[in-house]
């Protein structure tokens, strides 16, 4: 991932999983090491809510599909913003990194099948 700054952090979760469909595409996530900081941890156990599947209205609130847990310290789906933001943790969060008022610039999800 990385910042309007040009800096840019990684994390990697040893153990990333999801669950099927049955499941709610059930997140487990574990392990982590890497530069931007742990907020994915939070999110281990949520499932994937989407503004149309959204019982708990994160998914309205912050903007897109995402594995909300207590709604999120990661949402990777958010809103593309420039930077640095007054609405809270609607963009691209991190929050290990930059909090919930930045948006980063880019950011991937690369899942390896071992």
Known sequence: MSDFAGDSRYAIYRRFLIGDEKQ???LLIEDYIGTAGDSMSGHNGAQFY???HDSNSCAAQYKGG????NCHE?????IYLDG???SFADGIEWKAWHGYNY???????KIKLL
């Not at 995402?66 to 847990?69: D, F, I, N, R, S």
């Not at 948006?103 to 999800?109: A, G, H, N, Q």
């Open 24 to 26: 709610g595409f059930k």
């Open 50 to 52: 989407t503004k149309d």
């Open 66 to 69: 995402w594995w909300y847990k």
């Open 74 to 78: 990661a949402n990777l789906n958010g």
């Open 84 to 86: 640095r933001h007054s």
């Open 103 to 109: 948006s980063l610039k880019f950011t991937e999800m």
